[in-house]
């Protein structure tokens, strides 16, 4: 029987003890429990594993003829920390990683490990004979995929209207013109996570007209995907939390599993459907899938592969943050991506591999800056290193439309297993109704809340970040980031949550923040996530000293108070409180 997959801290250092690792191998003790832990401390990153041979369960000790490798007590095999493959047997087997974890505010770091490592292996099931027509993709856009298995439809993440990230995202293909009747008539729904190009209420407004009751899965992250369910107005009656790493059977040949991510537990999920044996892995947007224990041979793999989806670098200037520097960033960003995904894809060899999950665009004129500098992979490049490295696996490059079958593929890759669309089939979007989503953003601007300066304080008090020793200034702006007259422009001290006229004396970061007025307000007044304005370019940057501050981020990116609606009640509640005061 399936257990429910956890993530669990199995050794801790304080930021003293990580001071001390050496360059190379560490060999670790947990003080209480006595079990035993490597750690390696490269170049670039540091890598961890349980001091423990495959073989027959031995200690290792540190080889004196390598200083990378490390030697098993009882039968001498050697594993090659730095790469985690085993040298004595060659080529033979890899060791079970750990997640290690680096805090950025405190300095300490922690080993985490997946329990069980490899839940999908539960009750395994043969691959059994495929007919022509049984399992098909269909692409939709961006991370929309329509599975068919059997007589069953299940949609992949729909973003098939209105814009992501408040207005920073736009996508680029134009679905198919009967989208929204696929979505509407699925058995299920996959939604991966609470990022609006894949959690996308414009979309789920329009089905829960049509079909309130359709059945949702997501995973139990301690951020529920949807949190702001009720605040938004959208009627979505059948929305199911369910366990990671636990087969949820959807008839008696499919069934699926919602794996958590490694970096951000919190946040991302991945999939694993499975009808008649044979495997679809979608590892949407998570940055360490399950932590990087992914199966193994799945007949069908896709992945993120652009690049881009956040405001670093081009929202930042000051410093060296120079037009040539940010190029060069994200030129080297993007290739290492490109080698990435290669080497992933390389490693775990699925039949069939197809980049998605990266179809947008910064299309609103105002963000012209950030559409011409903010350069992204292609997945035909993508496509080109991986059937060099691996010409075995067959790779899709997908537009609205175009559909894979399953079994023609494994049978014969060469044949038409995909079909294109019809010719003269628009694959791109042109038009996107920005005023009609804008419209919605402008009307926060106006509202009596704002009339009071009084909103800042007790907002910054709902939100609840404080203790940390950073000072910004919130600067409201126009859609071209000039000041905007009569717009608000204010200090806050998060050592102790207050709000000085002039920056403290103290040593102090410091950070300037430019928002977009309507997106700002629209922000506050619903109680929302700091996404929409960091993710989707709507503001601009500058820092002293040029350190990300990823307590304050993840505080508003993902801490904020689940109960929204207390915004608006402390803000009213103040507002009322303020123009009463002077009254009297």
């Given at each position: 029987v399936s257990q429910s997959i956890v993530s669990k801290t199995v050794l801790r250092l304080e930021a003293e003890d990580v001071?001390?690792?050496?360059?190379?191998?560490n060999l670790k003790k947990h003080p209480e429990d006595g079990k035993c832990y490597i750690i390696y401390k490269g170049k670039d990153k540091m890598r961890a594993c349980r001091n423990q041979c495959k073989h027959q369960g031995g200690l290792f000790i540190e080889d004196i003829e390598d200083s990378r490798t490390v030697r098993c007590t009882k039968h001498y095999w050697k594993l090659n920390v730095a790469t985690m493959e085993y040298v004595n047997p060659p080529d033979s087997f890899t060791?079970?990683?750990?997640?290690?974890?680096?805090?950025?505010?405190?300095?300490?770091?922690?080993?985490?490990?997946?329990?069980?490592?490899?839940?999908?292996?539960?009750?395994?099931?043969?691959?059994?004979?495929?007919?022509?027509?049984?399992?098909?993709?269909?692409?939709?856009?961006?991370?929309?995929?329509?599975?068919?298995?059997?007589?069953?439809?299940?949609?992949?993440?729909?973003?098939?209207?209105?814009?992501?990230f408040a207005r920073g995202w736009w996508l680029l293909h134009e679905p198919p013109s009967d989208a929204m009747d696929r979505l509407s008539q699925a058995?299920?729904?996959?939604?991966?996570?609470?990022?609006?190009?894949?959690?996308?209420?414009?979309?789920?407004?329009?089905?829960?007209?049509?079909?309130?009751?359709?059945?949702?899965?997501?995973?139990?992250?301690?951020?529920?995907?949807?949190?702001?369910?009720?605040?938004?107005?959208?009627?979505?009656?059948?929305?199911?939390?369910?366990?990671?790493?636990?087969?949820?059977?959807?008839?008696?040949l499919l069934r699926f599993m919602i794996l958590m991510d490694g970096v951000h537990p919190e946040?991302?999920?991945?999939?694993?459907v499975e009808y008649k044996g044979h495997m679809i892995l979608n590892t949407v947007d998570c940055t360490r899938p399950n932590n990087g224990r992914l199966p193994h041979g799945v007949d069908v793999m896709m992945s993120d592969f652009a690049g881009g989806a956040s405001g670093f670098p081009m929202t930042f200037h000051g410093g060296k943050y120079t037009e040539s520097w940010k190029a060069d960033f994200i030129k080297n960003e993007r290739k290492k991506l490109l080698k990435?995904?290669?080497?992933?894809?390389?490693?775990?060899?699925?039949?069939?591999?197809?980049?998605?999950?990266?179809?947008?665009?910064?299309?609103?004129?105002?963000?012209?800056?950030?559409?011409?500098?903010?350069?992204?992979?292609?997945?035909?490049?993508?496509?080109?290193?991986?059937?060099?490295?691996?010409?075995?696996?067959?790779?899709w490059t997908p537009v609205p439309g175009?559909?894979?079958?399953?079994?023609?593929?494994l049978h014969d890759p060469s044949s038409s297993a995909i079909t294109e669309p019809p010719n003269g089939t628009k694959i791109y979007k042109d038009s996107w109704d920005f005023d009609l989503y804008l419209e919605e953003l402008k009307a926060s601007v106006s509202a009596e809340i704002f009339k009071c300066k009084s909103w800042i304080q007790y907002y910054y008090n709902w939100a609840g970040f404080k203790g940390y020793n950073l000072v910004i200034r919130v600067i409201e702006t126009e859609d071209d980031f000039k000041p905007l007259k009569g717009g608000y422009d204010y200090l806050v001290d998060f050592l102790d949550l207050s709000f000085p006229d002039e920056r403290p004396e103290r040593d102090h970061?410091?950070?300037?923040?430019?928002?977009?007025?309507?997106?700002?307000?629209?922000?506050?007044?619903?109680?929302?996530?700091?996404?929409?304005?960091?993710?989707?370019?709507?503001?601009?940057?500058?820092?002293?000293?040029?350190?990300?501050h990823h307590k304050l981020w993840n505080?508003?990116?993902?801490?904020?108070?689940?109960?929204?609606?207390?915004?608006?009640?402390?803000?009213?509640?103040?507002?009322?409180?303020?123009?009463?005061?002077?009254?009297?």
């Open positions: 001071q001390t690792l050496k360059d190379g191998i060791q079970d990683e750990l997640e290690v974890v680096l805090s950025d505010t405190d300095g300490s770091l922690e080993l985490l490990e997946l329990n069980p490592p490899d839940p999908w292996t539960a009750e395994p099931r043969e691959a059994q004979e495929l007919h022509a027509g049984e399992i098909t993709l269909t692409y939709i856009t961006h991370a929309c995929m329509e599975l068919k298995a059997g007589n069953k439809r299940m949609m992949f993440d729909p973003w098939l209207t209105g814009p992501a058995d299920l729904i996959y939604i991966s996570h609470m990022h609006s190009d894949h959690l996308s209420y414009p979309t789920l407004q329009r089905l829960s007209m049509k079909r309130p009751d359709i059945p949702i899965y997501v995973g139990d992250t301690s951020r529920p995907v949807f949190w702001y369910l009720e605040k938004s107005g959208v009627n979505l009656t059948n929305v199911n939390v369910v366990p990671f790493g636990v087969w949820q059977n959807v008839d008696e946040l991302d999920t991945c999939l694993i990435y995904k290669t080497q992933l894809v390389k490693s775990l060899q699925p039949k069939i591999y197809c980049p998605f999950a990266g179809y947008f665009t910064e299309a609103h004129p105002s963000d012209r800056y950030i559409k011409e500098t903010n350069i992204k992979n292609s997945a035909a490049d993508l496509n080109q290193s991986i059937r060099k490295r691996c010409p075995n696996i067959l790779t175009s559909v894979l079958d399953l079994a023609l593929a970061a410091f950070e300037e923040i430019k928002n977009r007025v309507n997106v700002m307000r629209h922000v506050i007044l619903n109680g929302q996530l700091w996404d929409d304005l960091y993710i989707g370019y709507n503001n601009r940057m500058s820092r002293d000293p040029d350190v990300y505080h508003f990116q993902i801490e904020l108070p689940l109960l929204q609606i207390f915004v608006n009640i402390y803000i009213y509640f103040y507002f009322f409180i303020s123009v009463f005061s002077t009254l009297i």
